[in-house]
């Protein structure tokens, strides 16, 4: 059986009022054609409403209580790989790995570890700092090389994204 194609855009403070078919005053002509040809999730709900604690509950498909993450992570703080109970488990890309998918993932982290390259992705691009939408130097952790680059964050993630798509691409989070 052909494995499904897996693309998650894992987004923050995101509800489903943000969406161009519920806000007339957005024009988002990508949006509103991923969530016509694609799945959305309609009845979903967040672990928790802080993004640390959301997304760590995403990978580690654990509740906030049981993987550790209960807050906010700022620099230097503890998270996943870090010694929370259960956040040094499996994560969903390991699993999705264990059944046949070749992994990446491209953008913010942000569930401990700042960035640095996780188990289960083949390929890894990611901030080392929280996100913003100015143009400045970040630094990004490639494949588990720190380097700098200047510009737009968004436009520096998806430049990512789309080169690893270049391979065949079965799971990517953005």
């Not at 024009?27 to 309609?42: D, Y």
């Not at 929280?130 to 700098?148: K, L, P, Q, S, V």
Request: hydrophobic fraction near 40%; aromatic fraction near 10%; include cysteine.
């Amino acid at each position: 059986m052909k494995q499904s194609h897996i693309i998650v855009f894992l987004t923050d403070d995101h509800g489903a009022w943000a969406m161009p078919d519920k806000c007339e005053a957005l024009h988002a002509p990508t949006l509103s054609w991923l969530q016509e040809t694609g799945t959305t999730c309609t009845h979903a709900f967040s672990p928790n409403p802080v993004c640390s604690p959301a997304r760590a509950s995403f990978w580690s498909e654990l509740i906030p209580s049981a993987h550790g993450v209960l807050d906010f992570i700022s620099e230097g703080a503890n998270g996943v790989g870090s010694g929370h109970p259960g956040m040094d488990e499996r994560n969903l890309g390991q699993r999705l790995q264990e059944v046949g998918y070749h992994t990446i993932f491209t953008g913010k982290w942000h569930a401990g570890g700042h960035g640095k390259k996780q188990d289960g992705f083949d390929h890894w691009a990611s901030m080392t700092c929280g996100t913003n939408a100015r143009c400045a130097d970040f630094f990004f952790n490639i494949d588990g090389e720190e380097i700098t680059r200047h510009g737009y964050q968004a436009l520096m993630i998806t430049a990512a994204a789309v080169g690893f798509l270049l391979d065949k691409i079965l799971f990517i989070v953005k």
